[in-house]
C-alpha cells in the first residue's frame, strides 16, 4: 500500500510506468485548505485580546478537506463557543471568510477576514 494514487499508465520494457503528469495531478488527493500565516495572525490577535480579558480559554485548528476551521472554547471540553471558517468555494459568492456561534448560526460573513473579525469588537460604553 502506497500513498501515490493508483494510476493507469503505460508499462514499459522493463517493467517502469509511465504516468501522465496532468493525469497524476488530477488524481491526487487534494491538499487540505490551511490558514495561512497573515490570516492566523489577524486570528490569533483577536484570541490573544480575549484570553487576556478571561473570555476565552482554548482554541483548535482544523485543516479540512474543503475548509479551514479556527474553533474556540470557554473550556476545552466544551462544544467552540465561536468558529472561524475559511472555505475556498464561498469565495466568489458570499466570501470566504465566515464566524460561526454555538449554534451553527452565521455572525458575520465576507471576503476580508479582518473585516470580518470585527464582530468581535466591542462597542465603548460611557460610564457616568
Known sequence: MTDQPDLSGKVT????VVVSLTEYRQNRDPV???FHRRELDAILRIYGRMVGEGE????????????AVFSVFK???????????????LASKQ???SVLNT????????HDLPQVLKVFDKALKLID
Open 32 to 34: 487540505p485548505v490551511m
Open 75 to 89: 473550556r476545552s471540553g466544551e462544544m467552540p463557543l465561536y468558529r472561524i471558517e475559511k472555505n475556498p468555494r
Open 56 to 67: 476565552w480559554k482554548d482554541y483548535a485548528i482544523d485543516q479540512l478537506k474543503d475548509r
Open 13 to 16: 520494457a522493463r517493467g517502469d
Open 103 to 110: 449554534h451553527g448560526t452565521i455572525l458575520k460573513r465576507g
Open 95 to 97: 466570501g470566504a471568510y
